[in-house]
């Protein structure tokens, strides 16, 4: 019973993962960007956005939450010169519950 109380107080989705890693030092840009969340996204309401230095979108404005993973959200990425990199995200999980939160990551 305590199992399942826990399981339902916590049920926001937190980001599991990133592809780039949060905070990571690359030396060749990435094609995209993966977050893999713990819950179920709702579509609509959930997106990705990337940042460059001077808080220009340079995602491909192609957001979108995998259709076979309802769980991870990704978003493609043109060529990408060297610099930092700001990755922001806001989703809502099935659950209704709404999270965001950003990141950086390097290309070097």
């Known amino acids: 019973m305590l199992v399942l109380t826990a399981g339902v107080a916590t049920g926001h989705a937190v980001l599991q993962r990133a592809e780039p890693r949060v905070e990571s030092r690359l030396t060749r840009a990435p094609d995209e960007v993966k977050l893999y969340f713990t819950e179920r996204l709702e579509p609509a309401y959930s997106s990705v956005?990337?940042?460059?230095?001077?808080?220009?979108?340079?995602?491909?404005?192609?957001?979108?939450?995998?259709?076979?993973?309802?769980?991870?959200?990704?978003?493609?990425?043109?060529?990408?010169?060297?610099?930092?990199?700001?990755?922001?995200?806001?989703?809502?999980?099935?659950?209704?519950?709404?999270?965001?939160?950003?990141?950086?990551?390097?290309?070097?």
Do not use: H
Request: net charge neutral; no cysteine.
């Open 49 to 108: 956005r990337v940042f460059n230095e001077r808080g220009e979108q340079v995602d491909r404005r192609d957001s979108r939450v995998d259709r076979a993973d309802p769980a991870l959200l990704r978003a493609t990425l043109p060529a990408l010169p060297p610099g930092t990199y700001k990755v922001q995200w806001r989703v809502l999980s099935i659950d209704a519950d709404v999270t965001e939160g950003a990141f950086t990551f390097r290309i070097e």
